[in-house]
């Protein structure tokens, strides 16, 4: 079963940032936060993932709290092709990954 | 560098057959894992591949099984389908020994009738 909880869907307006939050309260201390997306019917894509600490690339930033009982993935300049099912995700290192249902973000121009 | 690739990339089947379906990893990965994805749903993880062996394995019969080969590319088998096998199959690699992140292919896309 997921670890996770994510709302169910989410609109953003474009150019906007996204900001899509993510519940793990029974994160382990050596599990990792990770965040796919899936744009339809194609394989899952990776964004980004993280620890402890915030993390930031060329696709998204991740912020986790303090207690690591929460993160969330901010997409800072949203795009039409940003749309996309995002899979907040716990893992461990054995790499073992169980998906929810993931937050279905709809992008509006 | 190609990514990982699947083959193929859709399938018809009948009740009562079998399937392979194909997975090669990124270049410098080691790890093979499977997942199913039923429409609208989540994947699920099948089982996972190293070192030519099953490493972990989900909630899966064993109707679903599958194969490494040295060159670490990777081949899921389900016998007896069923109407409920119809799914998205997707296929991500990855490198154990580095505990780098897993990359996904396109998935194949398989419907039993």
């Known amino acids: 079963d997921a670890k996770t909880t994510q709302p169910t869907s989410m609109d953003c307006a474009e150019g906007r940032a996204a900001n899509l939050p993510c519940n793990h309260s029974?994160?382990?201390?050596?599990?990792?936060v990770y965040w796919y997306r899936q744009i339809h019917s194609q394989g899952p894509q990776y964004i980004i993932h993280?620890?402890?600490n915030n993390e930031t690339n060329e696709m998204a930033s991740l912020i986790i709290t303090e207690d690591r009982k929460s993160s969330t993935l901010i997409l800072p300049h949203a795009t039409l092709r940003d749309t996309a099912v995002y899979y907040c995700?716990?893992?461990?290192?054995?790499?073992?990954?169980?998906f929810g249902a993931g937050t279905r973000l709809t992008v509006k121009p | 560098d190609a990514g990982v690739t699947q083959s193929p990339t859709h399938l018809i089947k009948t009740r009562g057959q079998q399937v392979t379906l194909r997975c090669s990893p990124k270049?410098?990965?080691?790890?093979v894992s499977w997942y199913q994805q039923a429409l609208g749903q989540g994947p699920q993880f099948i089982f996972q591949?190293?070192?030519?062996?099953?490493?972990q394995r989900g909630n899966f019969p064993d109707r679903f099984s599958g194969h490494q080969f040295p060159n670490y590319s990777s081949e899921l088998n389900v016998n007896a389908l069923l109407l409920g096998d119809s799914a998205l199959y997707l296929c991500?690699?990855?490198?154990?020994?580095?505990?780098?992140?897993?990359?996904f292919g396109p998935g194949t896309r398989l419907l039993v009738l």
């Open positions: 591949y190293y070192e030519e062996e099953e490493r």
């Open positions: 991500a690699s990855s490198s154990l020994a580095a505990q780098e992140t897993q990359y």
């Open positions: 995700i716990v893992i461990s290192y054995n790499n073992d990954m169980r």
């Open positions: 029974t994160i382990s201390g050596n599990e990792y």
């Open positions: 270049s410098g990965h080691d790890t």
């Open positions: 993280g620890l402890k």
